[in-house]
């Protein structure tokens, strides 16, 4: 299995790696370790480059699976045995961060408020979305949540790392937030995402190391999806 340097430190922007498996069909190289995130949660893979010597080859998608994470390359694959530089794109990365942490913060802010579920989301870099259950939704909580939701960032809660077997996390319910559990059956080890006093909950995404700073949220609309079901968009406030 690949080390995933972005599990426990989301700020490592570069990493020195061995590649260890080559699939020249897909053009991807899976690592002994890497800072590159291959996406999942909403969260989308991070971007950046491979260098082998001179030679700078882009990476394009990031996936896992079982054997670890797989980099897809534009150029020629280095050989199994290379030792290769990792470097992501970091302005891309950090606005994932932030907006992913952002996102943390709604679930907590709803689910105070109203006790309801994820039922899907989706992020791009500054801005994203979740679905939630919410049957007694009005259009004048929207202004309350975001108010409520910026007042929870500016008080710099702490973002913090933990992990646990999945036998103690699938024992503790409230780590899932998500209305249907997406954990996949061959992890064996969550990791925690935890907001401290706001929400805590099962995730494998990056965040920022404090609410601060992710800066100001803008909610600008939430929409109906029929049933109760209501689409809530965030973004990063323009000049944060």
């Known amino acids: 299995m690949t080390d995933t340097l972005y599990s426990t430190d989301a700020y490592a922007r570069s990493m020195s790696a061995q590649v260890v498996r080559t699939d ?20 989308p893979h991070d971007l950046g480059t491979l260098s082998i010597g001179d ?3 882009t990476v394009v998608r990031v996936t896992s699976d079982r054997d670890g994470v797989w980099h897809w390359l534009e150029g020629s694959l280095p050989g199994e045995g290379s030792q290769v530089e990792g470097t992501i794109d970091w302005e891309r990365r950090y606005a994932l961060m932030r907006t992913h942490t952002a996102m943390h913060a709604l679930c907590g802010v709803i689910w ?7 039922t899907g989301g989706n992020m791009k870099p500054g801005e994203g979305r979740l679905d939630f259950d919410i049957p007694d939704w009005t259009a004048d909580a ?10 929870e960032l500016a008080r710099r809660r702490a973002v913090e790392v933990s992990f646990l077997p999945r036998n103690a996390a699938d024992d503790d319910p ?3 937030r998500t209305k249907v559990n997406l954990l996949p059956d061959f992890i064996q080890e969550v990791r925690v995402i935890d907001i401290v006093g706001l929400d805590r909950q099962a ?3 990056t965040h920022v190391g404090e609410t601060g700073e992710v800066g100001s949220i803008v909610i ?3 929409e109906s999806k029929g049933r109760g079901f209501r689409r809530i968009r965030v973004r990063l406030e323009e000049g944060e």
């Open 142 to 151: 929207l202004p309350v949540v975001e108010r409520e939701l910026n007042e």
């Open 24 to 43: 020249s069909d897909d053009n991807r190289v899976l690592l002994d370790r890497t800072v590159f995130y291959p996406g999942g949660g909403g969260q």
């Open 220 to 222: 600008p609309k939430a």
């Open 112 to 118: 105070r408020r109203f006790g309801s579920p994820v």
């Open 174 to 176: 409230s780590l899932i």
């Open 55 to 57: 030679d700078r080859l």
């Open 203 to 205: 995730d494998g995404g």
